[in-house]
Nanobody, 121 residues
């Protein structure tokens, strides 16, 4: 069984920083793309950033220059460093991973349970 668990959310003042972490555990053969999404209250979930196994990254325009996604392939971890936070960054942040479980030849998308980030003005 595969599980993704996020950590690092919390309350921060505008202009501050937070670092989110997400670890994938279980019977994993390989992990392709890992990503962070966020969902503000009452709004559809949106993509924040993605990173391939080779380290290629992609960001939403709203976070470019402020957020940095990174990963540790040996530990099956993905991180999101968030700087210069704004009140509009307030949301539940979710990580996901497109991965192949051991014993399978297919790629499945798994999601974490989410972690709340609140930015006060």
């Amino acid at each position: 069984q595969v599980q993704l668990v996020e950590s690092g959310g919390g309350l921060v003042q505008a202009g501050g920083s937070l670092r989110l972490s997400c670890g994938a555990s279980g019977s994993i053969s390989s992990i392709n793309v890992m990503a962070w999404y966020r969902q503000p209250r009452g709004i559809q979930r949106e993509l924040v950033a993605t990173i391939t196994s080779g380290g290629r990254t992609n960001y939403a325009e709203s976070v470019k220059g402020r957020f940095t996604i990174s990963r540790d392939n040996a530990k099956n971890m993905v991180y999101l460093q968030m700087n210069s936070l704004k009140p509009e960054d307030t949301a539940v942040y979710y990580c996901n991973a497109d991965l192949t479980p051991i014993g399978s030849s297919r790629i499945y998308r798994y999601w974490g349970q989410g972690t709340q980030v609140t930015v006060s003005s």
